[in-house]
């Protein structure tokens, strides 16, 4: 039975908690609520239901394996690596990374970690050896699922560089000084997965895993479960790094399994769609926004590829009939560039989420009429919120659904506050976007003083993200708090900037940042992508703003890039793109 932690003290709801949003007519405040409670479970008791009504459907189908499981099969399979961990010494509350790219033991490892109580930690994929040592010793992970290698990266290697030891280690319990917490490195093959071979003595293979997992009875592992509580530590993520260092985010099962189960509702999500996700696991986005989303209502997960490809996603689409696709901007851009994008029967799709990054107008336009996605909704949020704070609905005009990222969801409050003062701003006006609620983070882990500056005395998490909200909680995203560029005390925000380029034909995918200048103090650079086949030169850009936007908003420089510096997850790194230019700056004189 859920239950929603508003209204446990009173012995009726009030008509606002009821589902009737708290609005002002003036100040930027809005408050959800919803006729379905908050689940009151934690993830393996929800899934058990699932399981339950679900048994026959399909789970999940990765392509790139060649393997499909059923809701029973998983479950199976989910139980048989939890007693696995349990016999390996995993405990509730123990800190278990997982180093991989997506495939079907990413997905058992999310269910199994839940099932003990242990503490999944994502790691990036694309992290070398000395980013690895931060994740792990940041965490204090205890122990370490990974794949050999995918492309050119050698994870075996890069360990042996991280922990000498690995060579050495008996029974595979390890001993190490680069990080101490460390006690067992699982290596799992997903195109071998029944390969038994150790590389060196001090790693243990995933046979090995459920193989001991035989000898720890049901009943053990049941009971296990029935003392989790669902304000459980669960999770924990690092923050993209798009501004700098990441922060390892603590997550709870109520925090993410509320967060996909009400995500899923938005979209209409049932048991008969199908997923396809081309996003990361290792990413809020993939876990909980795919997985679990799925997961939480009996829907098909279709892994499309290892790491984003666009040729096989659309080929995804078309051969399992998917109904839904997520992604950020990027990934979008290039299954519509793809030059064999019309090949593709895309037919089948109805839905999905565009987020990550801002979403232009134009850009889901063309995927509502050219990739079928008749419903595709703009996803906001963050990491430390679990990650949806705001989604548009089909429901809503197609102004909103293409130009603002929507309405907080149900249980979930926002305001919109003054960069200086930190006063509720008026509807319409410019200020910093803050959430509370079930979906805000635990903390930093071990960090409890970024935690303090993250989220205030009252609960708040401030975003650090620019906006604008209208009377009716619809919000629009105007730029970072810390992108905002101050040019000769004009406060300018690159996303309005960025959406107006956008909207020239040659234009691919645009970024607008500052760069200091003597005179202004900073300057507008505007590095830009076009089409394939496209040229174009400074001043013809120039000439495209001129007259319709102010002129202080007009880029000074103007950069045409092959790629850009981004995430794995396809967000612009704009960081790194101003340190990029600064020193070309200073090498041109």
């Given at each position: 039975m859920g239950y929603d932690s508003s209204i446990r003290t009173r012995s009726s709801p009030t008509p606002e908690e009821l589902g009737g949003p708290i609005r002002s007519t003036r100040?930027?405040?809005?408050?959800?609520?919803?006729?379905?409670?908050?689940?009151?479970?934690?993830?393996?008791?929800?899934?058990?239901?699932?399981?339950?009504?679900?048994?026959?459907?399909?789970?999940?189908?990765?392509?790139?394996?060649?393997?499909?499981?059923?809701?029973?099969?998983?479950?199976?399979?989910?139980?048989?690596?939890?007693?696995?961990?349990?016999?390996?010494?995993?405990?509730?509350?123990?800190?278990?990374?997982?180093?991989?790219?997506?495939?079907?033991?990413?997905?058992l490892l999310q269910l199994a970690t839940a099932r003990i109580g242990a503490i999944l930690v994502n790691i990036n994929p694309a992290y070398r050896p000395k980013e690895l040592a931060y994740a792990l010793r940041r965490s204090e992970v205890q122990g370490l699922f990974t794949i050999p290698r995918f492309r050119n990266s050698d994870y075996v290697a890069m360990l042996l560089e991280l922990i000498p030891a690995l060579k050495t280690a008996k029974d595979g319990l390890l001993?190490?000084?680069?990080?101490?917490?460390?006690?067992?490195?699982?290596?799992?093959?997903?195109?071998?997965?029944?390969?038994?071979?150790?590389?060196?003595?001090?790693?243990?293979?995933?046979?090995?895993?459920?193989?001991?997992?035989?000898?720890?009875p049901m009943q053990e592992l049941e009971a296990i479960t029935t003392s989790l509580d669902l304000d459980d530590s669960i999770n924990i993520q690092y923050t993209s790094g798009t501004t700098g260092f990441p922060k390892a985010v603590v997550l709870t099962h109520h925090n993410i399994?509320?967060?996909?189960?009400?995500?899923?509702?938005?979209?209409?999500?049932?048991?008969?769609?199908?997923?396809?996700?081309?996003?990361?696991?290792?990413?809020?986005?993939?876990?909980?926004?795919?997985?679990?989303?799925?997961?939480?209502?009996?829907?098909?997960?279709?892994?499309?590829?290892?790491?984003?490809?666009?040729?096989?996603?659309?080929?995804?689409?078309t051969r399992e009939r998917c109904t839904a696709v997520h992604g950020v901007p990027t990934m979008f851009i290039a299954e519509l560039e793809h030059p064999q994008f019309k090949d593709f029967d895309l037919s089948s799709l109805r839905t999905g989420i565009m987020a990550g990054a801002p979403c232009p107008s134009p850009l889901m336009k063309r995927v509502m009429q050219d990739m079928h996605c008749s419903e595709i909704l703009i996803g906001y949020g963050e990491t430390e919120a679990s990650p949806l704070t705001h989604l548009t609905l089909c429901s809503d005009n197609m102004e909103r659904r293409t130009e603002t990222v929507g309405t907080n969801l149900p249980h979930q409050e926002v305001k919109v506050v003054g960069v200086q003062g930190g006063e509720t701003v008026s509807t319409g006006q410019t200020g910093e976007i803050c959430f509370r609620g079930y979906h805000i983070m635990k903390g930093y882990y071990g960090d409890m003083e970024a935690t303090r500056k993250a989220v205030d005395g009252q609960g708040w998490l401030h975003s650090g993200d620019l906006g604008t909200m209208d009377r009716d909680g619809y919000v629009r995203i105007t730029g970072r708090l810390k992108e905002m560029i101050i040019r000769g005390g004009e406060n300018i925000y690159p996303r309005e900037i960025e959406d107006f380029i956008f909207t020239h034909p040659k234009v691919a995918e645009v970024a607008v940042f500052g760069v200091p200048d003597e005179y202004y103090g900073e300057e507008i650079m505007a590095w830009i992508q076009l089409h394939a086949g496209e040229t174009a030169t400074e001043e013809e850009i120039r000439q495209f703003c001129k007259g319709r936007i102010a002129h202080f908003k007009v880029p000074k420089y103007i950069r045409f890039v092959d790629e850009f510096p981004m995430t794995v997850t396809g967000k612009l790194q704009k960081f790194r793109m101003r340190e990029i230019a600064i020193e070309q700056m200073r090498a041109d004189g």
């Amino acid at each position: 039975m859920g239950y929603d932690s508003s209204i446990r003290t009173r012995s009726s709801p009030t008509p606002e908690e009821l589902g009737g949003p708290i609005r002002s007519t003036r100040k930027s405040y809005f408050h959800r609520g919803g006729m379905q409670p908050l689940l009151g479970a934690t993830i393996p008791e929800h899934f058990a239901v699932v399981v339950q009504q679900h048994s026959q459907r399909e789970a999940v189908v990765s392509l790139p394996q060649r393997r499909r499981l059923t809701y029973a099969e998983c479950a199976e399979a989910v139980d048989l690596l939890a007693r696995g961990l349990v016999a390996m010494g995993f405990v509730k509350g123990d800190r278990i990374g997982v180093w991989s790219t997506n495939n079907i033991e990413w997905l058992l490892l999310q269910l199994a970690t839940a099932r003990i109580g242990a503490i999944l930690v994502n790691i990036n994929p694309a992290y070398r050896p000395k980013e690895l040592a931060y994740a792990l010793r940041r965490s204090e992970v205890q122990g370490l699922f990974t794949i050999p290698r995918f492309r050119n990266s050698d994870y075996v290697a890069m360990l042996l560089e991280l922990i000498p030891a690995l060579k050495t280690a008996k029974d595979g319990l390890l001993e190490s000084d680069e990080v101490p917490t460390l006690r067992r490195v699982i290596l799992y093959d997903p195109v071998s997965p029944d390969n038994t071979q150790r590389p060196h003595a001090g790693f243990v293979v995933w046979p090995e895993v459920l193989s001991a997992g035989e000898s720890v009875p049901m009943q053990e592992l049941e009971a296990i479960t029935t003392s989790l509580d669902l304000d459980d530590s669960i999770n924990i993520q690092y923050t993209s790094g798009t501004t700098g260092f990441p922060k390892a985010v603590v997550l709870t099962h109520h925090n993410i399994l509320n967060n996909a189960f009400f995500a899923a509702r938005a979209m209409h999500f049932t048991e008969t769609d199908r997923l396809c996700v081309p996003v990361p696991f290792y990413h809020c986005f993939g876990m909980v926004l795919a997985n679990l989303l799925c997961l939480s209502v009996g829907a098909c997960i279709v892994v499309a590829c290892e790491h984003f490809d666009a040729l096989a996603v659309l080929q995804a689409i078309t051969r399992e009939r998917c109904t839904a696709v997520h992604g950020v901007p990027t990934m979008f851009i290039a299954e519509l560039e793809h030059p064999q994008f019309k090949d593709f029967d895309l037919s089948s799709l109805r839905t999905g989420i565009m987020a990550g990054a801002p979403c232009p107008s134009p850009l889901m336009k063309r995927v509502m009429q050219d990739m079928h996605c008749s419903e595709i909704l703009i996803g906001y949020g963050e990491t430390e919120a679990s990650p949806l704070t705001h989604l548009t609905l089909c429901s809503d005009n197609m102004e909103r659904r293409t130009e603002t990222v929507g309405t907080n969801l149900p249980h979930q409050e926002v305001k919109v506050v003054g960069v200086q003062g930190g006063e509720t701003v008026s509807t319409g006006q410019t200020g910093e976007i803050c959430f509370r609620g079930y979906h805000i983070m635990k903390g930093y882990y071990g960090d409890m003083e970024a935690t303090r500056k993250a989220v205030d005395g009252q609960g708040w998490l401030h975003s650090g993200d620019l906006g604008t909200m209208d009377r009716d909680g619809y919000v629009r995203i105007t730029g970072r708090l810390k992108e905002m560029i101050i040019r000769g005390g004009e406060n300018i925000y690159p996303r309005e900037i960025e959406d107006f380029i956008f909207t020239h034909p040659k234009v691919a995918e645009v970024a607008v940042f500052g760069v200091p200048d003597e005179y202004y103090g900073e300057e507008i650079m505007a590095w830009i992508q076009l089409h394939a086949g496209e040229t174009a030169t400074e001043e013809e850009i120039r000439q495209f703003c001129k007259g319709r936007i102010a002129h202080f908003k007009v880029p000074k420089y103007i950069r045409f890039v092959d790629e850009f510096p981004m995430t794995v997850t396809g967000k612009l790194q704009k960081f790194r793109m101003r340190e990029i230019a600064i020193e070309q700056m200073r090498a041109d004189g």
